[in-house]
T-cell receptor
Framework: NAGVTQTPKFRVLKTGQSMTLLCAQD?????MYWYRQDPGMGLRLIHY???????AKGEVPDGYNVSRLKKQNFLLGLESAAPSQTSVYFC??????????????FGPGTRLTVT | ELKVEQNPLFLSMQEGKNYTIYCNYS?????LYWYRQDPGKSLESLFV?????AVKQEGRLMASLDTKARLSTLHITAAVHDLSATYFC???????????FGDGTTLTVKP
């Protein structure tokens, strides 16, 4: 199993450009998440999905859109990138166990710089 | 709104010493997680704590949960350099599938 993979690993964008980050998981997990991590800070939830075809906003959703057309994929889009979106983006997935825990499995991260 | 606070945020230890990291949270929950992040790397799960009084141990790390006090501790015994990393606690709130993360504790173990 590859687990959770993210594409690309690094990207540099100019202000106003758009891009899509791809997250894929092969563990048949129901839940998927997108976080951003800024230097010296914790994780902030951008959007998440509790199943194919569903998405929900997290703490910091502005400037981002997501789609979950297939269970194994979760896409994060930036329509018009801004320097404030320079960050490391992590995707994660979870499969609620019998007692409903949401232990998360993380991808390797995408380092995005917006100039 | 669920808030999760860790302290300390930075911890420098000598090898062989013991120390405890604290994770306090603001609303009722009985599901708490500890994750580890090595510099420049992703996060990996360390412990899942599911009930009041739960205790989990792996190697030199031991985690516990007191749901009444809304407190979890991560105790480090006889620290070694390999434990240098950032440790995050995360707590499940009322929204299914959402965990709130603390800001992390960056641990540096010096020889």
């Amino acid at each position: 199993n590859a687990g959770v993979t993210q594409t690309p690993k690094f990207r540099v964008l100019k202000t106003g450009q758009s891009m899509t980050l791809l997250c894929a998981q092969d563990m048949n997990h129901e839940y998927m998440y997108w976080y951003r991590q800024d230097p010296g800070m914790g994780l902030r939830l951008i959007h998440y999905s509790v199943g194919e075809g569903t998405t929900a906003k997290g703490e910091v959703p502005d400037g981002y859109n997501v789609s979950r057309l297939k269970k194994q994929n979760f896409l994060l889009g930036l329509e018009s990138a801004a320097p404030s979106q320079t960050s490391v983006y992590f995707c994660a997935s979870s499969l609620p166990l019998l007692r409903g825990t949401y232990e998360q499995y993380f991808g390797p991260g995408t380092r995005l710089t917006v100039t | 709104e669920l808030k999760v606070e860790q302290n300390p945020l930075f911890l420098s230890m000598q090898e062989g010493k013991n120390y405890t990291i604290y994770c306090n949270y603001s609303t009722t929950s009985d599901r708490l997680y500890w994750y580890r992040q090595d510099p420049g790397k992703s996060l990996e799960s360390l412990f899942v704590l599911l009930s009041n009084g739960a205790v989990k141990q792996e190697g030199r790390l031991m985690a516990s949960l007191d749901t009444k006090a809304r407190l979890s501790t991560l105790h480090i015994t006889a620290a070694v350099h390999d434990l240098s990393a950032t440790y995050f606690c995360a707590v499940d709130g009322t929204n299914a599938g959402k965990s709130t993360f603390g800001d992390g504790t960056t641990l540096t173990v010096k020889p």
